[in-house]
Structures are given as C-alpha cells and as structure tokens.
C-alpha cells in the first residue's frame, strides 16, 4: 500500500542536512504524562502496557501532541522495552517505580537461550500502531520510529529494572564480556530487525536511544554500546518507497564521544545539554546533522525564559542546514503544556530570523 | 596544640605534584556501609545523623578502614549536609530514600532568612571529631576533610531532598537567577568557613564535592556551581601549622570541563570514570594533580579483573608525579570488602613498578 506524500518534510531535510525554511522541532516524549488527554487515554487503556500493546489508543496519544503544537514530527508512542518483552523476560511496571523484568538474565546459560524476536511476530502491535499513525497521519509530518541501544536495554534485561550503581551487568562486563557481548550481539540483530520492520511499516526516521551509555567509560562505551548502535546503522534498510530514512543516535551523557558516534554513518545526533550545540558542530562539522539540545528544565521557567533560551540555542547552531530542535531529554512529566505551546512557536519564529 | 608529624605523606606530596616511591590511595567512602565494622557501629550509634554526630562514633568509622587497608589517608566521616542542617532546614534520614530536609527553600524570603553558621558552634561536633581523629592517627596518615559545593547543597536544600529531575532548583536558576546567586554566596560564605575551621583543627587536605554539577549546560556549570568553587578555593587557608594544605575539587560529570576547574587555582581534580586518566592528564598538563578514576563497579569483578584494571589506570598515568589513585566516585555498599584490599595492594605495587 503506498503512503501519501509529506507535506511538511522540514524535519527529513534538517537531519539530511538539507536547507529548510525554519528549524524543524519535535519534542522527546511529546506524547506523555504532562498531557491531560495522555493521562485520560492512559487511564482508558489500564496499564501502561495496555496501552503500547493497542495500536487505537497508542495511535491515538502519537497524535495528541500534534493537535496541540505546531510539531515537525510524529514519534511513535511505544516503550524502549518492547524487545526485550517480545524475548520473553516478562516486562511489567510498578507504579513510581519504572519498568521491572520477571526473569533477568544472570548467566551465559539465560543468554544463550535467547532468541532474536521476530518483528511480525510477536511486536507485531508495534508495526501495525507505526502503520495506522502513518494513514492517519496522511502526509501531515513525518513518523519517526525507535529503539533502545543493545547496551541500554542489557541494562534492564541485567539488572531486572532501572539501576542506580549497575551492579550486575557492569560485573559481568568486566568479569565475564564474552558473555555480555553474546546478549548485545543479540540484541543488534533484534533491534536492526526490529527498526526494519518499523521502516517497512510506515516509518519515515528512525532513532536509536542510549540512554545508558554515559554510565561507561570511554573504552567500554566503545566496546559495548557504540560498537553495537554501529552493527545496527549498518543494518538498516536506509531507502523506503523512494524516500532516504535518516537515522539518529542520541547516548545521553556521551557528549565526550561526538565524534566517534558520528564515525558510525549515521545521518544524526541528538545532543543532551550539557554541550553548547556550537562546539558540537565545530566538533563533527558537517558529517551529521545534530538534534537538541534545551535543558528540558527550562520548561518550568516562564515564558520570556523559555523564548529567550530557545533563540541562544538557535543563534549557537546559526545559519546551516542540519538542525532539528529538541531538548536534550525526554520532557518531564509536570510540565506546562502551555509552555512548551512558547517553545514550539519560538523555535519556528527564531529559525525563521536566523535564516533571512 | 601541636599535632605530630605525618610518617606516611604520599598523599600530600602526589597532590602538590611532588615524586612519591609508590601511587598513593584511599578511596571515596572508605568510611561505610560496605564493611561490617561501619554497619555494627552505625547500630549502636543508632541513626545515620547520630553516628555523624557523635565524635567518639565518627572517629571509630573513620579509622576502621585503616584498620583493613593500607591506606594512604584517612577522611573525616561526616555528611555533606552538615552546613544545611545548621542553617537550620532539618535534616532527616528516611531509609532507602536518603536525605531530606523538614524546610526546603522555595522563596527569595527562605534564602535571605538563611544566615553563615559558625562552624565552631553548630558545627563543632565536625571540628570535635577532627581534632579527635587527628590525635588518634598520630601521624600514621593524613586526615582530608571536606565539604559539598555550593551547588550540590543547594540541590538538596531546593528540593528538599535527593532529585532526579532537580525541578525546583532548575526553575529558579532560570526564572529568578538572583535568589539562586544568594543563597549560593552564602553558601560558598559557609563553605569557606566550614573548611577554614576543619583546616585549623587538623585537616591536612580538604575536597570539595559537586556531585552534581554534572546535570547543568556549561553556561549554567560556570555561573552556579565553579563560580562558587572559585570563590571558595580563593578563601581557604592554605598553609596552617607549617604545612601547604591542598584543595581537591570533584565534579562529577564534570569531565568536559576540566580545564576551567584547573583555572580555579585549586591543587588537584577528581575525576569520575568517564575520561580516561591519559587524556585529562594531557587536558591539564602539570597545572593540578589528578585523583581517581577507576570505574567503582569494577570491585564487583574478581581480584585477576580488579588488577588488570588498576594496572591499566596507573599505566594510562605513567611515570608523573601528581597521581592520588581512587575511585571514580564513592564505593558501592555492596562490595566485598576483600575486594578493596586486592585493589589497595594492586595501586602500591603497580604504582612502585611504574616509576622504576
């Protein structure tokens, strides 16, 4: 089935470093928690599970920040834990506590057993969800589909949940890597397969998110997670009915390592704020576009505040091609709306300025 | 009163980028939970609080490491809260949670109410147990006192407690920056004279702990977290009883900006796990002497992978003075003591090889 063509390509430009007429924006976690229509919908579903597992109502919340704001994007509303769900390690949540596993891997034994899943198979709700926001999406900005990096979902699969110290897969990494590298291998191949699967479905970008990488050190962040986010760009299908899918990487916390990332081919990289987003681009030129970089805490300031960070990030970046705004993190939860309604105008106004 | 004189002063003479016959060593929380003598008398004590501010208490855990290990400094148990709660926030403890005061600051009125305690009156249970410890080492190694940064206390005074998105704090650094800047003067005020007092009882070096000045951009890390640093560091008294007290600064996350720390004038920088040991080193040349940096998940790790390890952090140093071997960032509670003393005899030995 062919998809309707876009109407608003800014954001397939920017991150192919391609002249636009104002900086694309799109917001991590746009379709989350600080919406009221988010929270009702979740309600609706039951779980937060329930809600990934429905294609409807995950349609649904992809689609509830872009009647809002004057977004540049789509993201797919899905849960970076669905590979690991999908390999059987029986992925639930406890309320204020994140996401937990049934059975984390401990041994070679638990990692060898390990299948990579197949996409239309079992995540099959995930290709279907990237299908239905595509119809109705009908050309008005592009969809981005994702994954977590291999590394940060070892973290979970590991540790059992979120981690504070990553006592466990840190442990085997040191004293047991064949083993750790065994799981990421793996779950390369999961997620190229998985992010393919998302490509053919309908999705016009894909990102790969390494939230966890900034807990390594330089060589074992070479090593364990870029070497693996490295195997998937070269796996993905980069060409889908006619159109180019640029592919951006984002390791939170990695900011020391641009250059490397951007060794890998990838066409992007999102930047968290702890890097003025000029000397990221006077670091890795004009090899890749860069996307970010706001403090997602300035969205608790006011309005004025807001506008007047957004523009130093515009006038940092200046006059070039290869810009998507974001923050460097996923917004929080007790937001505003109204507020980042100021962050979304203001970036169309100022990237506007910036280029006459 | 006259103290005796240091047998063991390696430490000192690494931090003033002196030669030493062998890397010196201690390690950030040598004092705690990860050893059961700490976990008895902390019992017996009965709160986390009480433990601290009982001199006798205090004493014992800071020197029951020695005990163990051979260390190359003792560093005075106490917590980095000391300051806030003689301002009068009052502190607590809830177990699992950390800390947390009863009266966070939320307004220019809380901050301009907050007066500089006098360290040798609601603070002197510090300086008491700093005299104490002193006595009792007897010169076998030298005692470091220190301090949280100014930034780092304001976190936890802003949110009343541990954060994870530090949404009070942010918000008022970027919608009322001069209440921040207030209650960060004097807090650098109190700093100072907290660590002046530590000096006079005995402290033979002091550090300075921004835990978390690793969250803010490099515009915000400069104005509210070094610029306080700075000032601190241009306050402290630097030579007492004849002898050069050296300053440590540590920000964790802080790797991208090592050089600007170095421009404080301090002695040495702490270093968490994120760079490696070779490249800070060419960074900031001879300007500072380095402390770390091995990654503390590694003691998780058998003795054969801990030595390989610390060997390959003493050999990225190389043959310089101003090597203080440690720990990225505080021992993890759950190590195996044992651990530590393969890690402690691995920097020793190393550390003697590396300088033949």
Redesign the interface.
Same mark, same amino acid.
């Given at each position: 089935m062919s998809q309707p063509a876009l109407k608003n390509n800014r954001l397939i430009r920017a991150l192919l470093r391609q002249p636009t007429d104002t900086t694309p924006v799109w917001i991590m976690r746009q379709a989350g928690r600080y919406l009221p229509e988010y929270r009702a919908t979740r309600k609706q579903a039951g779980s937060f599970l329930d809600l990934c597992k429905n294609k409807e109502l995950a349609c649904e919340v992809t689609l509830q920040p872009l009647r809002r704001f004057d977004l540049d994007a789509a993201i797919l509303f899905s849960d970076i834990l669905t590979i690991p769900d999908a390999m059987g390690l029986g992925l639930y949540f406890v309320e204020g506590e994140g996401p937990k596993f049934e059975r984390p891997l401990r041994s070679l034994a638990d990692i060898s057993a390990l299948g990579v899943p197949d996409p239309c198979a079992s995540l099959s709700y995930v290709t279907d969800a990237v299908s239905l926001v595509r119809q109705r999406l009908d050309g008005q900005v592009p969809l981005i589909g994702f994954s977590g990096s291999p590394w940060t979902l070892s973290t979970y699969m590991v540790e059992g949940g979120s981690s504070k110290? *990553?006592?466990y897969i840190?442990?085997m990494? *040191?004293?047991s890597p064949s083993a750790l590298h065994r799981l990421l291998d793996t779950l390369a191949k999961a997620v190229t397969a998985y992010l393919n699967a998302q490509i053919e479905a309908g999705a016009q970008a894909v990102m790969v998110f390494d939230t966890w990488g900034? =807990?390594? !050190?330089? %060589?074992?962040y070479r090593d364990f997670s870029l070497n693996y986010m490295q195997q998937i760009v070269s796996g993905l299908k980069r060409e889908h009915d006619g159109q180019t899918i640029p592919v951006t990487l984002f390791t939170k916390?990695g900011? %020391?390592w641009l250059e490397e990332i951007a060794d890998t081919g990838c066409d992007a990289l999102g930047l968290d704020? !702890?890097? &003025?987003i000029n000397?990221a681009h006077s670091r890795v030129g004009n090899k890749v576009a860069l996307q970010g970089n706001l #403090?997602?805490? =300035?969205l *608790?300031? #006011?309005p004025d !505040?807001i506008r007047k &960070?957004v523009q130093d990030v515009i006038t940092r970046f200046g006059n070039h091609p290869g810009h998507v705004f974001n923050l460097g993190h996923g917004i929080?939860p007790?937001v505003d709306p109204d507020h980042l309604g100021v962050l979304i105008d203001a970036v169309h106004e100022f990237g506007f300025d910036i280029r006459k």
């Amino acid at each position: 089935m062919s998809q309707p063509a876009l109407k608003n390509n800014r954001l397939i430009r920017a991150l192919l470093r391609q002249p636009t007429d104002t900086t694309p924006v799109w917001i991590m976690r746009q379709a989350g928690r600080y919406l009221p229509e988010y929270r009702a919908t979740r309600k609706q579903a039951g779980s937060f599970l329930d809600l990934c597992k429905n294609k409807e109502l995950a349609c649904e919340v992809t689609l509830q920040p872009l009647r809002r704001f004057d977004l540049d994007a789509a993201i797919l509303f899905s849960d970076i834990l669905t590979i690991p769900d999908a390999m059987g390690l029986g992925l639930y949540f406890v309320e204020g506590e994140g996401p937990k596993f049934e059975r984390p891997l401990r041994s070679l034994a638990d990692i060898s057993a390990l299948g990579v899943p197949d996409p239309c198979a079992s995540l099959s709700y995930v290709t279907d969800a990237v299908s239905l926001v595509r119809q109705r999406l009908d050309g008005q900005v592009p969809l981005i589909g994702f994954s977590g990096s291999p590394w940060t979902l070892s973290t979970y699969m590991v540790e059992g949940g979120s981690s504070k110290e *990553y006592r466990y897969i840190k442990g085997m990494m *040191y004293e047991s890597p064949s083993a750790l590298h065994r799981l990421l291998d793996t779950l390369a191949k999961a997620v190229t397969a998985y992010l393919n699967a998302q490509i053919e479905a309908g999705a016009q970008a894909v990102m790969v998110f390494d939230t966890w990488g900034g =807990v390594l !050190t330089p %060589q074992t962040y070479r090593d364990f997670s870029l070497n693996y986010m490295q195997q998937i760009v070269s796996g993905l299908k980069r060409e889908h009915d006619g159109q180019t899918i640029p592919v951006t990487l984002f390791t939170k916390g990695g900011a %020391q390592w641009l250059e490397e990332i951007a060794d890998t081919g990838c066409d992007a990289l999102g930047l968290d704020w !702890t890097i &003025n987003i000029n000397e990221a681009h006077s670091r890795v030129g004009n090899k890749v576009a860069l996307q970010g970089n706001l #403090d997602p805490c =300035v969205l *608790y300031a #006011d309005p004025d !505040t807001i506008r007047k &960070n957004v523009q130093d990030v515009i006038t940092r970046f200046g006059n070039h091609p290869g810009h998507v705004f974001n923050l460097g993190h996923g917004i929080h939860p007790g937001v505003d709306p109204d507020h980042l309604g100021v962050l979304i105008d203001a970036v169309h106004e100022f990237g506007f300025d910036i280029r006459k």
